[in-house]
């Protein structure tokens, strides 16, 4: 299966809020490339057609607007599965559900959001005081898979013996690293979304392999 997603629309702005979101969508576009310790305000402001002095009108401090698109990135992903996931007809299956889940974190990981990117490559660059918010956030997407795998191996769709909680985090750590490797040139994103949801569907589920 394959989705058309884009990232969230938003309600008329003012002047202030529309520039303090270019801000937000450079510092994300440099910080998803460049990382936390070669980000500069400089490169922001460049990207956002501003200049640096301008950005502290909005935050206080490089690491102030670093952890709001840390945040953003966490928030944005689990926000977009989580509704996906709500849209679903209510007699999908568990095991579909969680292939569902898959294509959708990989799509908008490396397709959609640069905040995404950003807060993924960088969630262990950047100083703990300065993941404390994104951390909330991750945590509580990280309950959705939870519940997600649970409920399939529930229904006999995962495999009993399963310690679901290293298959989740195995799960999860290969797909945000595909950030770090994937590249379009050599292989479509359909391919990659295909070859995860096989990971799941015939490593731990209980079909045929």
Known sequence: ??????????????????????????AAHVLSRKGYAGTRLVDVATQAGLQAPAIY?????????????????????????????????AATAPLDRILVAVEEHLRYELLISDYTTASIRNANQVPEPLRAKSAAEEAAYASLW????????DAGQLRADLDLSVSRLLLLGAMNWAA??????????????RTAQDMVRYGLGTGPR
């Open 1 to 26: 299966m394959s989705s058309s997603i884009t990232e969230p629309a938003s309600a008329p702005q003012s002047k202030s809020a529309r520039t303090r979101g270019r801000i937000l969508d450079a």
């Open 146 to 153: 939870r519940d997600l795998f649970a409920a399939a191996q």
């Open 57 to 89: 009108y909005h935050f206080a401090s490089r690491d102030e607007l670093i952890e709001e698109v840390m945040y953003v990135g966490a928030a944005r992903v689990h926000a977009h599965v989580a509704d996906v996931l709500a849209a679903l007809p």
């Open 180 to 193: 770090e490797w994937w590249n379009p040139r050599h292989r479509s994103l359909d391919d990659l979304v």
